[in-house]
């Protein structure tokens, strides 16, 4: 086979190679630097303001419309730019853009932003193309607002500059306004015969006729309920309640009632009458605003009253049993007449008092007790060693005295004042007849005094031998017993203490 031949020139050697690589890099740089440089000495400056935020800008665009595109502006139909944007770009020209305000917009079911130079929420929906009604009603950021009334300005915020940070406009937010629009509903209202329409952005009832001036009171009714929902058309009917005012019990109460009637009036407050009670006006009579109710408690009461008739005592002699003993024989009943009153009365106050009846509901019985008549010797021994027999033992206040005291040396039956001689009351101890006292002995009845009555008893003494006394003690009567009348009881006085 024939062999051929290929001739190759030598290789450069290598620091060659990289020179030539380096000599390339420097010439497309230069030809970048002269490009550039001619793009720079061929561009047109022009002054660009965006909302008042400005900047001069080279260009090659011919016209304002691709110039403001490359500034990443897209004016709106109502922006404001101060070229048209289909004139061409010269050198060192001002390009103003004013760009309109943002307005969220809230209306019939939309949700949109819209740009408007309208400084009222009524221009800004006439830019958006939304009418307003008489009663609609504007909410501007969530309050309620005049629709002829300026809107608040829009708030501009200014960001943090970057290194990477775009033209000056770009570092602008605006935050949109929200405008919300209510749109009214006619509600058709019903109060007695009156029939008027009332057109309305509330929500309920309640509130549709609040806004609208419309007083309830205490008692009136609406149907539908006042939290229902409005719709439009809807008819309210409002059934008045009357206003009346009621005394009773003692207190006037003041309120409204859909009742026809005093009658009914009263069962819708609660009030109970009794079979006596008068009302003014009478229950049958029809309600008008301002009445007056007036009811008048009528009660009566039955209270019975007792007069009490003591019982008397009377005393049965009984010759068997023991002198100075008693025995009950009957206790006793006091008598009890009753009267029955009736009293009628009036809000409490008393007004007629009539008697009804009297009659003796228990007839008096004397209290019968037998006293003793039986008298019989006895024998006892005293503590001196003096042996007695007495018929009677009565308890007795003792005292002493002696003539100075008496006033007189003489005692009632003409003895002469001595030791042994007691003062007595001559009913129950016959005088000359003889007592045995203990610690003063056998004495003789033969005295009496001004205050020696019934259980007292007075110890005569001469002035040598005069000891005072006052005491009680038991008075033996000595046997025999006196031939004239004997005081069967012996009245308790001194009362004899216990």
Known sequence: MASTMVERSPALPGSKRAGLR????????????????????????????????????????????????????????????SQPLDGAVERDMTIAVEQA??????????????????ATPRAVLADAGILLDTHDEVLVDGQPWRADLVLPSSLVEKEAS???????????????????????????????DARYTVDTTAQTIGEALRKSGVILYLGDRVQPSLGSAITANLHVYIQRSVPVSLQVDGRLVK???????????????????????RVEPALDAKLYDN??????RVSEDVTVE????????VFVADPNLPIDTQEVLAVGAEGITRTRYRTQYENGEPLTRALEDTWLAQEPADRRIAYGQK?????????????????????????SYNAASAGGNRTRTGDLLRDGIVAVDPRLIPLRSQVYVPGYGIADALDTGGGIISR??????????????????????????PNEAITWVVPNYPPVPQ
């Open 22 to 81: 380096l000599a390339a890099g420097i010439g497309m740089i230069a030809g970048v630097c002269v490009l550039a440089g001619l793009y720079w000495l061929t561009a047109k400056p022009v002054r660009v303001s965006v909302d008042g935020m400005a900047e001069t800008i080279y260009t090659h665009r011919a016209s304002v419309g691709t110039l403001l595109l490359d500034l990443g502006l897209t004016p709106t139909p109502q922006d404001r730019v």
């Open 162 to 192: 970057t290194y990477d940070r775009g033209f000056a406009w770009d570092s602008l937010r605006t935050e949109p306004v929200r405008l919300r629009v209510r749109r009214s509903a006619p509600i058709v209202v019903h109060e007695g």
């Open 375 to 399: 008298i019989e010797p006895r024998t006892e021994t005293m503590a001196d060693g003096t042996v007695i027999t007495y018929w009677r033992k009565i308890k007795m206040l003792a005292t």
């Open 101 to 118: 305000r943002p307005v969220r917009v809230l209306a019939d079911g939309r949700d949109f932003v819209v740009g408007s130079w309208g």
């Open 291 to 296: 009445l007056k109710i007036a009811i008048t």
């Open 456 to 481: 007292r008893i007075d110890l005569a003494y001469v002035a040598s031998s005069y000891v005072p006394v006052r005491g009680w003690v038991d008075v033996y009567l000595l046997w025999p017993p």
């Open 255 to 277: 309120t409204r009632t859909q009742a026809q009637t005093v009658a009914d009036a009263l069962s819708d407050l609660g009030i109970i009458l009794s079979g006596g009670d």
């Open 306 to 313: 007792e007069e009490i008739a003591p019982f008397d005592t």
